[in-house]
C-alpha cells in the first residue's frame, strides 16, 4: 500500500466517510454482462468500439450494449445504435438533464442495465482481444472479485513516440468491470462529479477493502491524456471542491492536495510529459479557485 492509501485509510478511521454515491442500482439481471458506454456525438469513434464489441467471439444472448447520449442525443447516435442492433443487443437511452455531469451519466446507464457484471467503456476506447468479453465474465465466476482491471495502453505517435500517458493498471472508466452487487453496494457514482467520476469512486471502493483483480492478458487501447485547455481539469478541480459537504475535511483536503500534485512540474516544461501533467494540476486548481468564487465551468 502506497503512502497515499495509507494516509487515507488513517483519515478515514477517525472521520470515517460515506461510502455510498447516489444511484439506486436494482438487482435485475437478464444479461451476465452489461457494456456502458457514454458519449455524446462523436459517433467515427463510438463506430470503433461498437465494432470491436461485435466481433467478440461470445454468444450475443450473454451481453448487452447501453449506449447512453448525452443532450437528449443526436440523430447520428440514433442511427449509429440502430445499425448495430442485428449484431449487439443495443439499449440506446438519452440524457434530458444533467448534461456533461460524468457522474450522473454512468449512472443513469447504470440504472437502466440488466448484466450480473458491469464493464464501462468509453466511446474512443478500443479493447485489443475477440475472446476480452468471456474472459470477463470467466474470471467473474470463477474468481469471483468485486472488480476487474485489464491492462491499458496508450498511443506513442500522437506525442513523439515516446510516451504512455496512462497508468497502464488504474479503475477507470475507459475500461473498467465491476459486480453488479458491489456497485449497488457502493450506490455507484457521486452524480455531482463533472469529470473523473471513476477517481472519486474508487476512493469509497479502496476504503471499501473490495477485492480487485488484474488481467494482463486482456489488452485496450485508449488515447492519451492531451491538454489543449484547461476547462476539463477545470471541470474536475470544481467537482472535488463541491464535494466539501460530502466529505470529511481531511479527505476533502487531501483529494485537492492530490489532484493539484502536479504543479512543480510547470518547471519542467521541456518535458512534454511533464507539461501536460502540469497542465492538469493547474487546471484543477483553477476549478477550485472558481468553486471559491462560486463560478461554473463547462466540461469538455
Known sequence: MNIRLKLLNLINKLSPLDLHGDATIKNNTEYELSCIINFYSRTELLKNILSCLAEQEIDKSLFEVVLVEDRGGTEEGAKMAEDYSGSLNINYITLKENHGIMGYSRNFGTEHSRGKYILYLDDDTIILQNTFLSKIIEKFNELNPDGIMSLGIASFCEINQQYQYHDPYYPTNRCMAYSRNVLAELSGFKSTIIGQE??????????????????????????PLIQHNFRKSASVGLSYYNLKNNYPFF??????INGCRYLPYGLLSFNKKFLYQFKFSAGFLLGIIYGIKGKTVEYK
Open 198 to 223: 471513476d477517481v472519486e469512486f474508487n476512493i469509497r471502493l479502496t476504503l471499501s477493502n473490495k477485492n480487485i483483480i488484474k488481467l494482463g492478458e486482456l489488452q485496450y487501447f485508449h488515447p
Open 251 to 256: 479527505i476533502w483536503i487531501l483529494l485537492l
